[in-house]
């Protein structure tokens, strides 16, 4: 009887300790357990090159928050998924980011299309979604949610910029890009923006080639029996090199100004062969920026992967910052609070100061235009006579986002 | 007006030619071994990427120009050669199915081949320096690039007829295209005939890759188009005639060349028009033989 007691007794502490315990080791776990981060961005296609930069330059920003601790005593971890242009393929693999590997918070794909699809995964599962590439206007317009965050210059505010730009000074205009959604779209806010600043000028001639088009030679003799005083080009990437390579021949730059789309990865592959006297008009790109914070970045990136990096990389590194400020400054982890905070903070960033506006979460993030030259340092033609275009003077106002949304 | 349409009409036929020496040797590995070489338009990409290699090795110079219109062909060249004999021999005689998976399979190792070696990012190869200029042609600028593009073309098709219609090995071909069991009782080895064809297929393929990185960006997907244009010419020229090719691949590029003149949201579908038109006309391909 005694000894039975007393095994009952024993058995009650073994059982309460082994509780106890098991809370401990517990809690400790969760004090180490890592945040994780899911990425989805399309490693394969026409856009892979920008989604490396964009993967690099967040690893690389998680790099230096885990070096100096974490946060809040936690360490952050990357998940990276290929969506290969697919928005289905995008859906279906951030579903599984979230349901399966437990990820805590996500950040910006790549594509505009799978954006869409990213971005209604992060509503129906409520994470919090800061985007670095895409930029259609619908994601701030009627696929807006709390926990979605921009610092991409959206396709309104870069084509007003093009238009504030180039607008008041050249009344003929012709347009050329590549015949889909964003590229309609840019010549449509372009119009309207420009019939503000210069209702004298009109747009007398469009061209749409198909996306990846390897001939651009009958378009090009097109726009120069037009005689615009300038071009405003949607070309971007491969195209817009086949397309600067094919008119270069015909006399087109010396005949006609151009401005367009212009990345950081275009300025590199075509090196000197990228005529000087282009207007460019770029996202985020590094030299537009001179700061220390900036000087370092450069250095600290090209240090780690041997190359300069792109304006890509600038708003990837900027957004995994903002996602990691606005944990740290959260009440709690959970989504909500993240949202808030991230809401409710500026950020500090390379680019200057970020805020993010109540009616659509849009970052009043800059876009650039300058003229292509060459710059000292740079292994590249780069921009000279570079104008920074506020995101104040562009973006939409809250009724114009909010007809938007209502679907006017 | 008409010289527009001119200039247009002859930019039509430089594309139109880079077509031609691609499509070419697609003509002779469908036309002869009848093998659906879905790989084709990769091997005109990765033939891009080493003359973007082979250039920059160079320094971009003329030289580096000239050392990647060697190169491309003979690299490429040599792939065939390999693929065919260490793949594509073991299943022939078998169902057409197979030889498609094969050829896409190898579009995929291509791609990703690329990838390992030179990333995801495009890249640009330059006008050799001597003909980046521009000519006169009736007042108007014309690319001096393109004429030479027009030039080694036209020097691709004389040096292929002639293949193909005074030599030995040309006329072994044609005889293996008819019955090649009757060639292989002769005492000619056609298995090896076949691989040399599908080299020369291959080469020809790496020749129209390096004429063409100059004139747009060099990146993955620019086999894409190449290839649905190459199996165009191939049937509208009738299979295996080199001719024939020639003819459609400048009706391909005139056509849609002037057809954006006139029509440029209907640009996409000039070339399945054009196919569509001679299939009605001419089942068999121009200058095809009747099956």
């Known amino acids: 009887m005694t000894s039975k007691r007393f095994t009952r007794r024993g058995a009650a502490l073994i059982a309460a300790g082994v509780f106890a315990g098991a809370i401990a080791i517990g809690a400790a776990g969760a004090e180490e357990k890592p945040i994780k981060i899911g990425l989805t961005t399309d490693l394969t296609g026409i856009a892979a090159s920008y989604a490396q930069a964009q993967v690099d330059s967040v690893q690389m920003a998680i790099d230096e928050i885990n070096e100096a601790g974490g946060v809040k005593g936690r360490k952050f971890e990357l998940l990276v998924r290929d969506s290969k242009l697919k928005p289905e393929l995008g859906s279906s693999l951030t579903r599984d980011l979230i349901v399966r590997e437990k990820i805590d918070y996500l950040i910006g794909p790549d594509a505009s299309s799978v954006g869409v699809a990213v971005t209604g995964v992060a509503k129906q599962y409520k994470k919090v979604v800061v985007m670095t590439i895409p930029n259609t206007p619908r994601l701030v317009g009627e696929l807006f949610h709390p926990y979605f965050f921009t610092i991409v210059p959206s396709g309104t505010m870069l084509a007003r910029a093009m238009a504030e730009g180039i607008g008041p000074d050249n009344d003929k205009i012709a347009f050329i890009g590549g015949d889909y959604e964003a590229s309609h779209q840019a010549i449509k806010y372009f119009g309207d923006w420009l019939a503000k600043v210069n209702p004298k000028a009109e747009i007398i001639d469009e061209q749409w080639p198909k996306l990846g088009e390897p001939d651009f030679t009958p378009y090009i003799t097109q726009l120069m029996s037009a005689e615009p005083e300038i071009v405003f080009s949607y070309l971007w990437g491969a195209d817009l090199i086949t397309f600067i390579k094919q008119a270069k021949p015909y006399g087109f730059f010396e005949k006609t100004k151009f401005a367009t789309l212009l990345f950081l990865d275009d300025l590199v592959a075509l090196g000197d062969d990228m005529p000087d006297g282009i207007l460019g008009q770029m996202y985020a790109p590094p030299f537009g920026t001179k700061s220390e914070k900036m000087d370092a970045f450069i250095k600290r990136f090209e240090d780690k992967y041997g190359h300069y990096p792109s304006d890509w990389a600038v708003m990837g590194y900027d957004g995994m910052k903002i996602l990691a400020q606005g944990i740290a400054n959260a009440k709690s982890w959970d989504s909500d609070d993240v949202a808030a905070a991230i809401q409710s903070h500026e950020y500090d960033g390379l680019q200057g100061v970020v805020t993010f506006r109540d009616v659509d979460h849009q970052g009043n993030v800059p876009s650039f235009l300058g003229t292509t030259g060459t710059v000292e340092g740079l292994p590249f033609k780069a921009l000279v006579d570079i104008k920074r275009i506020d995101a104040e003077t562009v973006m939409p106002t809250p009724e114009e986002i909010l007809q938007q949304r209502s679907g006017g | ?291």
Not at chain 2, 151 to 160: D, N, S
Not at chain 2, 199 to 227: R, Y
């Open chain 2, 1 to 291: 007006m008409w010289t527009d349409i001119f200039i247009q009409i002859l930019s039509g036929v430089s594309r139109g030619m880079i077509l031609f020496v691609v499509a070419s040797g697609l003509t002779l590995i469908f036309g002869v071994l009848r093998i659906p070489n879905f790989a084709h338009g990769s091997f005109y990409m990765l033939a891009a990427f080493v003359a973007y290699a082979v250039t920059h090795a160079v320094g971009g110079s003329n030289l580096g120009f000239a050392a990647s219109l060697l190169m491309a062909p003979l690299i490429l060249g040599v792939f065939g050669l390999v693929f065919e004999f260490m793949l594509l021999r073991r299943i022939a005689g078998r169902l057409h199915l197979y030889q498609l998976i094969m050829t896409f399979a190898m579009t995929l190792i291509i791609a990703d081949g690329i990838k390992m070696i030179w990333g995801g990012a495009y890249r640009s190869v330059g006008y050799p320096p001597l003909l980046s200029g521009s000519v006169e042609i009736f007042g108007r600028p014309f690319p001096t690039y393109y004429l030479l593009v027009i030039a080694v073309g036209l020097i691709i098709a004389g040096l292929l007829s002639l293949l193909m219609e005074r030599t030995r090995f040309g006329r072994t071909v044609s005889a293996a295209v008819v019955d090649p069991e009757m060639v292989g009782a002769l005492g000619v080895n056609v298995p090896r005939l076949y691989t040399l064809v599908f080299g020369l297929g291959a080469a020809l393929a790496g020749l129209g890759g390096a004429l063409a990185a100059p004139v747009g960006s060099v990146s993955l997907g620019i086999g894409d188009s190449i290839i649905i244009e190459s199996f165009a010419v191939v049937i509208i020229g009738g299979s295996g005639s080199i001719p024939g090719a020639l003819a459609a691949a400048l009706i391909i590029g005139v056509v849609q060349s002037l057809g954006i003149m006139v029509a440029p949201r209907l640009a996409i579908a000039f070339v399945f028009i054009a196919l569509c038109v001679v299939l009605l006309v001419r089942p068999q391909g121009l200058l095809g033989r009747r099956v």
